[in-house]
Nanobody
Framework: QVPLVESGGGLVQPGGSLRLSCAASSTFSGINYMGWYRQVLGKERELVAFISSGGSTVYADSVKGRFTISRDNDKNTMYLQMNSLKPEDTAVYYC???????????WGQGTQVTVSS
């Protein structure tokens, strides 16, 4: 079973919204940290937001007030609600999870988000 699977990316006009999902393997237990990252070709991958197992959240300054991260621990799924999207939000979005007492790291395969008119 694939550890993490992202979905929900696509093409949207500036000012629009998208909701990304990251479904973690049902075999995982004790998912500690979950986060969203994004990467533009030729640039380093950057943190967008993360959420702890207890629900504490941190956002990059560039997305504060526009993006909301959440998770459903019963479904092992994390979400990223993206509103008021801008062309500079265009990137491949990846989810990351730290699992178990060793905080083993897992990454998803990425989903493309394109904001363009």
């Amino acid at each position: 079973q694939v550890p993490l699977v992202e979905s929900g990316g696509g093409l949207v006009q500036p000012g629009g919204s998208l909701r990304l999902s990251c479904a973690a393997s049902s075999t995982f237990s004790g998912i500690n940290y979950m986060g969203w990252y994004r990467q533009v070709l030729g640039k380093e991958r950057e943190l967008v937001a993360f959420i702890s197992s207890g629900g504490s959240t941190v956002y990059a300054d560039s997305v504060k007030g526009r993006f909301t991260i959440s998770r459903d621990n019963d479904k092992n799924t994390m979400y990223l609600q993206m509103n008021s999207l801008k062309p500079e939000d265009t990137a491949v979005y990846y989810c990351k999870a730290l699992v178990g007492i060793t905080n083993r790291e897992y990454w998803g395969q990425g989903t493309q988000v394109t904001v363009s008119s």
